[in-house]
């Protein structure tokens, strides 16, 4: 790929930064990929009806070519533009919880092309609620494909930094729009079947998803590793995920018997991540990633302590697991990646 010129700017103040994000809508107009905040985690967007600058975003990202992206609207009348049918479930979740971290996955219009949906009969839509990627979708005046602003298989950025370490002069621009708050990707849910299934967990919890539209199903590679072969009603799932150079187990049960776990493996070069305040009382060296209690803590930290990991140079890390509840559910889901499926537990 031929190495593009990244120009960086900041974006915190929709009226201060407002140059910058119209000159970026119009670079995403001409064709260009520009790195942006979500509320979620940072995503490199394109124009979605433009099948070149969506072909660039795989290979910005070295995404594999059968893993479709999340297309971003600014209003619902572009979800009437992009899907074939709206079914009422669809229009109950928008209302309910759009803008913000849903991605509703429909039958898709003629508007989507092959390369966005990765030749399949769907499309994945998402109203985002951060106003830097509400204002640059309406300035671009299209819908915006964007996968998260990583080099595939790493750890989604939550941070501008974080794009630049990983796709500088490979995108356009990048917009600086401080930390994301969720921290972790949105929750995808199909309704192209019923009940409707979760694919992916996120911040939009399983129990706010039935509590609106009654029973859904949890796609099994949500909790497990799903063989490459059983093609997965998300195609993301079978890529690797989330991995930082360290090799990660995820450790279950209490923080006495982690510690005691820990001491016995204090001789060698593990390495913990851990709930805060726990890094103290550990004989080896930790990283925390938010509180024991507070799974949207977790969720925020999760990624930048997948990162510092790499930068500390961590090669065995020890992970205390979440509680896989709630919004909880989706900081597991993450991690058991991160850990390519090693689980230990402890009592
Ligand atoms: O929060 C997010 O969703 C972020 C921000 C940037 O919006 N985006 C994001 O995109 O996480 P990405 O490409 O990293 O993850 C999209 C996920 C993948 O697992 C992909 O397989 C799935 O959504 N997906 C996309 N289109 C799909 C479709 N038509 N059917 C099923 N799964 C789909
Ligand atoms: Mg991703």
């Given at each position: 790929?031929?190495?593009?010129?990244?120009?960086?700017?900041?974006?915190?103040?929709?009226?201060?930064?407002?140059?910058?994000?119209?000159?970026?809508?119009?670079?995403?107009?001409?064709?260009?990929?520009?790195?942006?905040?979500?509320?979620?985690?940072?995503?490199?967007?394109?124009?979605?009806?433009?099948?070149?600058?969506?072909?660039?975003?795989?290979?910005?990202?070295?995404?594999?070519?059968?893993?479709?992206?999340?297309?971003?609207?600014?209003?619902?009348?572009?979800?009437?533009?992009?899907?074939?049918?709206?079914?009422?479930v669809a229009k109950q979740l928008a209302e309910q919880f759009w803008?913000?971290?849903l991605?509703l996955?429909?039958?898709?219009?003629?508007?989507?092309?092959?390369?966005?949906?990765?030749?399949?009969?769907?499309?994945?839509?998402?109203?985002?609620?951060?106003?830097?990627?509400?204002?640059?979708?309406?300035?671009?005046?299209?819908?915006?494909?964007?996968?998260?602003?990583?080099?595939?298989?790493?750890?989604?950025?939550?941070?501008?930094?974080?794009?630049?370490?990983?796709?500088?002069?490979?995108?356009?621009?990048?917009?600086?729009?401080?930390?994301?708050?969720?921290?972790?990707?949105?929750?995808?849910i199909?309704l192209?079947?019923?009940?409707p299934?979760?694919?992916?967990?996120?911040?939009?919890?399983?129990?706010?998803l039935?509590?609106l539209v009654?029973?859904?199903?949890?796609?099994?590679?949500?909790?497990?590793?799903?063989?490459?072969?059983?093609?997965?009603?998300?195609?993301?799932?079978?890529?690797?995920?989330?991995?930082?150079?360290?090799?990660?187990?995820?450790?279950?049960?209490?923080?006495?018997?982690?510690?005691?776990?820990?001491?016995?493996?204090?001789?060698?070069?593990?390495?913990?991540?851990?709930?805060?305040?726990?890094?103290?009382?550990?004989?080896?060296?930790?990283?925390?990633?938010?509180?024991?209690?507070?799974?949207?803590?977790?969720?925020?930290?999760?990624?930048?302590?997948?990162?510092?990991?790499?930068?500390?140079?961590?090669?065995?890390?020890?992970?205390?697991?979440?509680?896989?509840?709630?919004?909880?559910?989706?900081?597991?889901?993450?991690?058991?990646?991160?850990?390519?499926?090693?689980?230990?537990?402890?009592?």
């Amino acid at each position: 790929m031929q190495k593009k010129k990244t120009q960086i700017w900041p974006a915190t103040d929709l009226t201060r930064h407002r140059k910058y994000l119209v000159q970026a809508a119009h670079i995403l107009q001409n064709g260009g990929l520009v790195a942006f905040a979500t509320e979620t985690v940072y995503g490199v967007g394109a124009n979605a009806l433009d099948e070149n600058a969506v072909a660039d975003i795989f290979r910005a990202k070295g995404r594999p070519q059968d893993n479709p992206l999340i297309v971003h609207i600014s209003d619902l009348q572009a979800l009437s533009d992009l899907t074939r049918e709206i079914p009422l479930v669809a229009k109950q979740l928008a209302e309910q919880f759009w803008p913000g971290p849903l991605t509703l996955v429909l039958p898709r219009s003629d508007r989507i092309s092959d390369t966005v949906s990765a030749g399949l009969p769907t499309v994945a839509v998402r109203m985002p609620s951060h106003p830097v990627a509400l204002e640059l979708i309406r300035l671009a005046g299209v819908p915006i494909a964007a996968p998260s602003a990583n080099r595939s298989g790493g750890p989604s950025p939550t941070t501008a930094q974080h794009c630049i370490d990983d796709l500088q002069g490979r995108v356009d621009v990048i917009l600086d729009s401080g930390p994301c708050t969720v921290g972790l990707e949105s929750t995808v849910i199909n309704l192209t079947e019923t009940p409707p299934r979760l694919l992916r967990p996120g911040a939009v919890t399983p129990e706010q998803l039935q509590d609106l539209v009654g029973a859904i199903n949890v796609d099994e590679s949500v909790y497990k590793m799903v063989e490459m072969a059983n093609s997965p009603a998300s195609p993301g799932v079978k890529h690797k995920h989330y991995t930082p150079k360290a090799r990660v187990s995820l450790v279950h049960g209490d923080f006495a018997a982690y510690r005691q776990f820990m001491q016995e493996q204090a001789q060698g070069d593990a390495f913990g991540l851990v709930f805060d305040g726990e890094e103290e009382k550990l004989p080896v060296p930790c990283i925390s990633y938010g509180k024991e209690e507070d799974p949207l803590s977790q969720a925020e930290r999760l990624f930048s302590a997948l990162r510092e990991l790499d930068a500390v140079g961590a090669k065995n890390v020890y992970v205390r697991a979440p509680q896989a509840q709630g919004v909880g559910l989706a900081v597991y889901n993450r991690l058991v990646r991160a850990a390519a499926f090693t689980e230990i537990f402890l009592q």
